[in-house]
């Protein structure tokens, strides 16, 4: 499958497969429960919002953008987008997910749109070469350091190496993760915040977050990240200087 990029350019699309197949590189013997089990949901849950991000990526036109977008089409003109089948595919696995980790129905419904938002969050950075693998990076980072490195590194090691191999190219905008990789980037990192985080963090995540595609939803994200002395240095790092659009 090719897709032109952001110049135009017709490059392959979905070559985020990796990110699900990665998770196969997890010997489960080195895991012991609840470990086991969380790796388990994982897999099972990033195989399927990879598919669901694969058939936007296939059978998904330019009639909507945003999530408001897709649901206006849905409520106006009562057609069902790939947008808004991708989006019951997360609805339904954050689901799965968030019954399996909360112990109240507040709890329930923070994992539940914590994932949800997550999932589209890196979706949302994948319109230049980079910017999504290297904002999932850093938000890894991130739940690494503020979680005191709780999390077993046999859960997200395979999926930062293959993060890692995909990002040449993609810096090189020569291929792109798709809504298959960025989506389930995604839902990875909503899922080790939900296995890992302290409370705090979780409420924390979910409002930044929901200020991101609020913001999103009336303006550009790359014009804020090009106005933005260390963002642009951030997001331009590795990256070819080729011009890009105005």
């Not at 990029?5 to 497969?17: A, L, R, S, Y």
């Not at 890196?122 to 999504?132: C, E, I, K, S, W």
Request: with cysteine.
């Amino acid at each position: 499958m090719y897709k032109p990029n952001f110049q135009g350019k017709p490059i392959p699309v979905g070559v985020g497969w990796l990110i699900p197949m990665s998770q196969f590189f997890i010997w489960p013997g080195t895991l012991t429960s609840p470990y086991l089990r969380m790796w388990m949901v994982q897999t099972l849950v990033v195989w399927g919002m990879a598919y669901a991000g694969w058939r936007d990526d296939r059978l998904g036109g330019l009639e909507a953008k945003g999530l408001r977008g897709h649901f206006l089409l849905w409520w106006k003109e009562g057609r069902i987008s790939t947008g808004i089948v991708k989006v019951m595919a997360a609805c339904v696995l954050g689901t799965g997910v968030s019954i399996l980790y909360s112990s109240s129905a507040l709890e329930f419904f923070l994992h539940l749109f914590q994932l949800l938002l997550l999932t589209n969050l890196v979706n949302l950075l994948d319109l230049r070469p980079g910017r999504a693998i290297k904002g999932f990076l850093l938000m890894f980072l991130l739940l690494l350091l503020l979680t005191g490195l709780q999390l077993p590194v046999a859960l997200w090691l395979p999926t930062i190496v293959a993060a890692l191999f995909l990002l040449r190219d993609d810096l090189r905008a020569s291929s792109m993760l798709g809504d298959t990789g960025s989506n389930s980037l995604g839902l990875l990192l909503g899922c080790w915040i939900v296995f890992a985080s302290p409370t705090v963090l979780k409420w924390s995540v979910l409002c930044l977050s929901a200020f991101i595609h609020l913001y999103a939803e009336k303006h550009s994200l790359s014009i804020l990240i090009k106005n933005t002395p260390f963002l642009n240095w951030l997001d331009m790092w590795g990256r070819s200087h080729e011009k890009e659009p105005g």
